[in-house]
C-alpha cells in the first residue's frame, strides 16, 4: 500500500509541474525530475488529477482486502493512459 502512496507522490510532483509552477520548485521526489518532466509533458493537469484520485482510491481499495493483482493490473493501465478505471 505504501507503494502507492509514493507513486502518487510522484504524480503530485508532475501535476504541479504541467499546471506550470516555476522551475526551481521543490518536488518530493526531486532525484527524479526527468520522468517527471515527462509526465508532465505528457498530461494534461486535470488528467494528472484524475491519476491522484484514482490511485487514492485503489489505495483505499487494498485496505480493504481486494485481490491485489486486480489492483496492481488496473493501475497500470490508468498510469500509462490516465483512464480511469473502476473496479
Known amino acids: 500500500v505504501a507503494v502507492v502512496g509514493a507513486g502518487a507522490r510522484a504524480w503530485r510532483d508532475a501535476r504541479k509541474l ?12 526531486a532525484d527524479q525530475r526527468g520522468a ?6 505528457r498530461f494534461a493537469p486535470s488528467q494528472l488529477a484524475r491519476v491522484i484520485e484514482q490511485l487514492s482510491e485503489y489505495e483505499r ?7 491485489p493483482r486486480t489492483v496492481w ?3 497500470a493501465i490508468t498510469l500509462a493512459t490516465a483512464a480511469p478505471l473502476r473496479l
Open 18 to 29: 504541467a499546471a506550470g509552477a516555476e522551475v526551481g520548485v521543490a518536488l518530493i521526489h
Open 36 to 41: 517527471i518532466e515527462s509526465l508532465a509533458e
Open 61 to 67: 481499495i487494498l485496505w480493504r482486502n481486494v485481490n
Open 73 to 75: 493490473d488496473n493501475a
